[in-house]
């Protein structure tokens, strides 16, 4: 048994874990720890310096989003914990698992409003999963093995460990060793999938007669893909995806009606209105894929899957549900539909996909003809032809994030990265350097608006630091696009500082940070330039390209608020 | 609708806050609380009162489940627990009239004088819920009450 300080627990602990990157930045609670990075000689962990505590958490997310790990934090305490706050957050609502390991003042000193104390615990409780105090050094390798286990099993998410200085001593040396047993036994009881329950299902949706997979971001935790497409395919059963989602199943696969909810396609939300049965997996019937739940799918059983317990008829009333893991489900449904050779007759909805058809193939949106102006959903299709859809994106939050989840058609899961539930701008580039950090030798690109990018700009900086060449693409359409559209259709156009004055020019200022900055006016020169680009990034160099779209551009579909799914706009 | 929730917690630093933030977070309101701690120390028993529709309660319980420290959720049905509350009353006996119809009272339903000074006395009473609230409405028609304080309500 070897004997280390707690700080070096930290550190040795995670190196244990089999944890390869933490996302930090140093203070006076946490220096201990960033010694024992020193003393331990430590190679096989990266630690990231960033810019800003937020961005730490955003890039641990992208990191973790990409590659299905738990994402590693490293904060000192008062200020910076309170600034990975937004980041915590933002994991919480998208159920991501981190770890996020903050510094506290020292344990005689917790409560007398010492130098950069702040109570983390009470901070985050709402925002986390679970979270520690630790108490005692020796306790360290146990909680950090604990806080993995649970921000990574059920229903992921976030957890914070807050640790006194003086437990962290680099002078004083205990026991280090993790104990076998596991004391959270209870979290880990899981019914019995039903056998009867899945028979069922299964007949009631080959009996459907509109059957439709509403599928969330479960399937991307539980990495069910696989079984999804098996699922949909052996039943032709149309897919529609949640923002969450997209990548779950192929994008351009004749099954996929691609998004729902608030911007989602019209063939998604007609599909979705009329259909007769729902077979909802890992979704949690979010409001922006609702609409007003009052009028929400009139005609449809809905039959629903997913591992936590609390999102089951919360806003919508589940008429069958299993709880579990999707994977571990759609298996077992698989496996009874072979055994038990069900008879399907792929025919039968033959007149649903008439009209599922006929909804996607209805023009509802005509985009006006410019000559020379960019129109944001031409350049986002010109990228998913130029990168095949196979492409990383990261998104920030705003018209850019729904032009992007439209038009990008994504074939591969884990590729589209952004902030779904708490929609959190400046999230979109320290996630894609987390993707990048992830999978140094895959495209990255970063889809952002010139509102956005200044929420976490300074992050440049960590790129050039790391050498991370990826590519931005900055939708500059000189305003906070997505207040503005709202306030053109409910405040009657009156633009309450939602523009922005004095830009900077984002091409000197990505100069300045060391990388390659372009920018594209012209219609005519988005190929070229894109190309461009996407050679300069293969090369090795990080590429801001500011393009100048149209600034009255609006994202359509829209559903109209208090409505049915049905009920949709497509122009001002 | 009133809801009684049994809880049994781990008896950890931040857990008890983590229960009732549930409550608040949501707008939930919790009207009555007891804390007592198991005999082993490391658990609590926590009795929550709290109301709202049938559909709101799932959803606690459901979340209450959820917390890592909490082990069990019971929603307890009246007729399978013996309830008991207490009740202490401050009053004023200005003369022997009163004293009388109090001791007669306190006899009637095992109440007890536990403290008095200058003709002010403490009363406590302990019984069911239903009871307590009859010997309350009793004393209140007969003379005036200072101060009174009902315990939450005990559960076994
Ligand atoms: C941190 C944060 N503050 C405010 C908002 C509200 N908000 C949502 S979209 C948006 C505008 C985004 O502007 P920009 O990044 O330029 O993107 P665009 O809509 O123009 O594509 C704002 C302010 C938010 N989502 N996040």
Redesign the interface.
């Known amino acids: 048994m070897i004997l280390l300080s707690g700080a070096e627990m930290v550190i040795q602990s995670l190196i244990d874990l089999k944890i390869q990157k933490i996302f930090g930045y140093p203070g006076g609670a946490i220096l201990d720890i960033y010694d024992a990075f020193k003393t331990l000689q430590c190679k096989k962990i990266q630690h990231i310096l960033v810019r800003h505590e937020q961005a730490a958490v955003h890039m641990a997310d992208g990191y973790a989003r990409a590659t299905g790990k738990i994402g590693v934090v490293l904060v000192t305490s008062g200020p910076g914990a309170t600034n990975s706050i937004t980041g915590i957050a933002t994991a919480y609502m998208d159920s991501i698992p981190l770890l996020i390991i903050s510094g506290q003042v020292a344990s005689n000193l917790i409560g007398s409003d010492a130098f950069q104390e702040c109570d983390m615990i009470g901070i985050s409780r709402p925002i986390v999963k679970h979270s520690f105090l630790i108490k005692k050094t020796i306790d360290i390798p146990n909680i950090l093995k604990k806080s993995i286990l649970l921000a990574t099993t059920g229903r992921p998410g976030p957890i914070v460990i807050d640790l006194p200085k003086d437990i962290l001593n680099q002078k004083i040396k205990k026991k280090y060793y993790f104990s076998k047993k596991n004391d959270i036994k209870k979290y880990f009881y899981l019914k019995k999938i039903s056998y009867t329950k899945i028979k069922n299902i299964i007949k009631i949706l080959i009996k459907a007669k509109k059957p439709i997979i509403y599928a969330g971001g479960g399937i991307i935790h539980s990495n069910s893909y696989k079984e999804l497409y098996k699922l949909a395919t052996i039943l032709n059963i149309p897919v529609t995806l949640t923002l969450m989602s997209l990548g779950a199943f192929p994008g351009n696969h004749p099954q996929n009606l691609s998004m729902i909810g608030m911007h989602g396609t019209y063939s998604a939300n007609m599909a979705m209105h009329n259909s007769d049965v729902i077979l909802a997996i890992g979704t949690r019937f979010d409001d922006r894929t609702t609409n007003n739940i009052e009028k929400y799918c009139p005609y449809a059983k809905i039959i629903h899957i997913d591992i936590d317990p609390t999102s089951i008829s919360k806003t919508i009333h589940a008429d069958i549900h299993i709880i579990g893991d999707a994977k571990k489900i759609l298996k077992k449904i698989l496996k009874i539909i072979y055994l038990k050779k069900y008879h399907i007759d792929k025919k039968k909805i033959k007149k649903w996909w008439k009209s599922i058809n006929t909804w996607k193939n209805k023009k509802n949106i005509i985009l006006s003809k410019s000559e020379n102006i960019i129109k944001p959903q031409k350049i986002i299709k010109e990228l998913y032809l130029l990168t095949k859809g196979k492409a990383y994106i990261a998104s920030d939050v705003g018209q850019h994030q729904m032009f992007t989840a439209l038009y990008y058609k994504f074939h591969k899961p884990r590729h589209w990265i952004n902030s779904g539930g708490l929609g959190t701008m400046g999230f979109g580039l320290p996630a894609a350097l987390g993707i990048k950090l992830a999978f140094p030798e895959h495209l990255v690109i970063c889809i952002t608006g010139d509102g956005s990018i200044q929420m976490n700009i300074q992050e440049l900086s960590t790129a050039k630091q790391y050498n991370l060449p990826i590519l931005i693409i900055n939708l500059n359409n000189q305003s906070l696009g997505m207040v503005k559209q709202w306030q053109d259709l409910i405040y009657n156009g009156r633009h309450s500082h939602s523009y922005m004055k004095s830009l900077p020019n984002f091409i000197k200022l990505s100069q300045s940070y060391g990388h390659i900055g372009i920018l594209l006016k012209k219609k005519k020169d988005i190929q070229n330039t894109l190309k461009k680009s996407l050679e300069i990034v293969k090369k090795g160099s990080l590429v801001f390209l500011d393009v100048h779209i149209d600034p009255l551009e609006h994202i359509y579909p829209m559903q109209i608020k208090n409505g049915g799914m049905n009920d949709m706009i497509f122009c001002k | 609708m009133q809801h009684v929730l049994l809880i049994i917690l781990e008896n950890e630093?931040?857990a008890l806050?983590?229960v009732i933030?549930l409550f608040s977070?949501r707008g939930y309101n919790i009207e009555k609380l007891t804390v007592i701690p198991t005999h082993t120390k490391l658990l609590s028993n926590i009795t929550i009162y709290t109301s709202g529709n049938l559909?709101i309660i799932?959803?606690i319980k459901?979340?209450l489940?959820?917390?890592?420290n909490v082990?069990k959720v019971t929603q307890i049905k009246y007729s399978d627990y013996i309830k008991q509350e207490i009740l202490l009353i401050k009053i004023l006996i200005k003369n022997e009239i009163i004293k009388k119809k109090i001791t007669k009272i306190l006899n009637k339903y095992n109440g007890e004088i536990i403290h008095i000074r200058n003709n002010i006395y403490i009363i406590k009473f302990s019984d069911t819920i239903s009871k307590i609230q009859k010997i309350f409405y009793k004393i209140k028609k007969k003379i005036k009450i200072l101060k009174y304080i009902n315990s939450a309500i005990f559960e076994i």
């Open positions: 630093a931040g806050s983590r933030g977070q559909n799932q959803q459901k979340q489940k959820k917390l890592i082990i």
